[in-house]
């Protein structure tokens, strides 16, 4: 085996892989908060704006009825 062999196998079996799992790690975990914001974003947005423009007006309505049954508004 000579010096070039060697070097090849010290940096592919050790160095290498003393590298991958750090950044596999790095990468699951990156990977994993992208997932987590996805779905979150998901939750944000699952309702169509026309959606809730209606649960406004309807919310609206009912506190204006509220206001004028209690005599503040005209």
Same mark, same amino acid.
Do not use: C, F
């Given at each position: 085996?000579?010096?070039?062999?060697?070097?090849?196998?010290?940096?592919?079996?050790?160095?290498?892989?003393?590298?991958?799992?750090?950044?596999?790690?790095?990468?699951k975990r990156l990977t994993d908060g992208l997932v987590d914001r996805l779905r979150e974003l998901e939750d944000r947005?699952? %309702?169509?704006?026309? @959606?809730?423009? =209606?649960?406004?007006?309807?919310? /609206? %309505?009912?506190?204006? @009825?509220?206001? =004028?049954?209690?005599?503040?508004? /005209?």
């Amino acid at each position: 085996m000579d010096a070039t062999e060697v070097a090849y196998i010290v940096v592919r079996d050790k160095w290498m892989a003393s590298i991958e799992d750090p950044a596999s790690k790095q990468v699951k975990r990156l990977t994993d908060g992208l997932v987590d914001r996805l779905r979150e974003l998901e939750d944000r947005y699952a %309702k169509a704006l026309p @959606d809730l423009t =209606r649960q406004v007006e309807e919310h /609206g %309505k009912k506190v204006e @009825d509220h206001l =004028r049954r209690m005599g503040l508004s /005209g």
